[in-house]
Nanobody, 124 residues
């Protein structure tokens, strides 16, 4: 049973930075597209960023404050978030796509495994 475990969330002030980590227990991590999604209270889960098995990153236009990266040796994917804003407050989820194309999907249903999420709160 593959497990994804997110960490690194917390309460920070506007303008601060956070780096989220997702640890993957699976053996085929280096073959998979990985992504970060987030869900704010009362809203649908939305795509934030993805990275394919070759290390190419894809973002929502306008999310230049975020950087996704991966370390296949550690079976981990990261999301570095800078200049955080109150609107970034959400639960952040890591997800993996078992049979994704070279350009990762941005759709929630295309990801088979999900972590439990980590809360990120931006407040002064």
């Amino acid at each position: 049973q593959v497990q994804l475990v997110e960490s690194g969330g917390g309460l920070v002030q506007p303008g601060d930075s956070l780096k989220l980590t997702c640890q993957d227990s699976g053996r085929t991590f280096d073959l998979l597209n990985m992504a970060w999604f987030r869900q704010a209270p009362g809203k649908e889960r939305e795509f934030v960023a993805a990275i394919n098995k070759y290390g190419l990153a894809y973002y929502v236009p306008g999310k230049g404050r975020f950087t996704i990266s991966r370390d296949n040796a550690k079976r981990a994917v990261y999301l570095e978030m800078n200049r955080l804003e109150p609107e970034d407050t959400a639960v952040y989820y890591c997800a993996e796509d078992l049979d994704g194309p070279q350009v990762p999907s941005r759709r929630v249903p295309d990801y088979e495994h999900w972590g439990q999420g980590t809360q990120v709160t931006i407040s002064s």
